[in-house]
């Protein structure tokens, strides 16, 4: 069974930074991607942020420049850096890890939970 382990979620101030971090385990023999999405209230779900295990990245409009995707391989484990922040960042981030998982058929994508980010005055 897939866990994940997601921290770094808060309360900051727009303007200010935070770094989110997920981290996967549980039977994982290969890892494909990793990425960030998010959810405001009233809103459907969306990318934020995706990164390869090669390292190739990519990030919704709204976010380049100011947040920084990055993956440890040997960790199963991702990384948002997001600075600049503002208040439409505001939104539950979920993490997503493509993954070949023993006993399950295939590589298939596996959610976290959530970390809440509110930016706000």
């Known amino acids: 069974q897939v866990r994940f382990v997601e921290s770094g979620g808060g309360t900051v101030q727009p303007g200010e930074s935070l770094r989110l971090s997920c981290a996967a385990s549980?039977?994982?023999?290969?890892?494909?991607?990793m990425g960030w999405h998010r959810q405001a209230p009233g809103k459907q779900r969306e990318l934020v942020a995706r990164?390869?295990?090669?390292?190739?990245?990519t990030y919704a409009e709204s976010v380049k420049g100011r947040f920084t995707i990055s993956i440890d391989n040997a960790k199963n484990a991702v990384y948002l850096q997001m600075d600049s922040l503002k208040a439409e960042d505001t939104a539950v981030y979920y993490c997503?890890?493509?993954?070949?998982?023993?006993?399950?058929?295939?590589?298939?994508?596996?959610w976290g939970q959530g970390t809440q980010v509110t930016v706000a005055s």
């Open positions: 997503v890890a493509n993954l070949g998982v023993y006993v399950v058929a295939g590589p298939q994508d596996y």
């Open positions: 990164i390869t295990s090669g390292g190739g990245a």
């Open positions: 549980g039977g994982i023999y290969s890892l494909n991607y």
